[in-house]
């Protein structure tokens, strides 16, 4: 089991930047593909940026170059820096962990953290 808590939420002013930050319990952090996805109200949950355990990195296409995913792995923590913030990027954010276990996967999702960009 993995427990996931995001941290790092909050209001910010278009062009401003903030980071997240998702601390994972248990000891399968390091073998689990890392991701950022984030919805906002009437809408789908999209996926924002993935890491894998080869530090491999996937963006959407509309936070490429503003956005980096990273991870540590002694601290169990992955984090997402959002930089240049425009307000479609308001959005409850979440963390997610996906493990495989051979031809399958789990995914752990946080409880999700708030960003609202605006002036």
């Known amino acids: 089991q993995v427990q996931l808590v995001e941290s790092g939420g909050g209001l910010v002013q278009p062009g401003g930047s903030l980071r997240l930050s998702c601390a994972a319990s248990?000891?399968?952090?390091?073998?689990?593909?890392m991701g950022w996805y984030r919805q906002a109200p009437g809408t789908q949950r999209e996926l924002v940026a993935t890491?894998?355990?080869?530090?491999?990195?996937n963006y959407a296409d509309s936070v490429k170059g503003r956005f980096t995913i990273s991870r540590d792995n002694a601290k169990n923590t992955v984090y997402l820096q959002m930089n240049s913030l425009k307000p479609e990027d308001t959005a409850v954010y979440y963390c997610n962990a996906n493990l495989r276990l051979g031809p399958a996967s789990v995914n752990y999702w946080g409880q999700g953290t708030q960003v609202t960009v605006s002036s």
């Open positions: 890491m894998t355990t080869g530090d491999n990195t």
């Open positions: 248990g000891n399968i952090f390091s073998r689990c593909v």
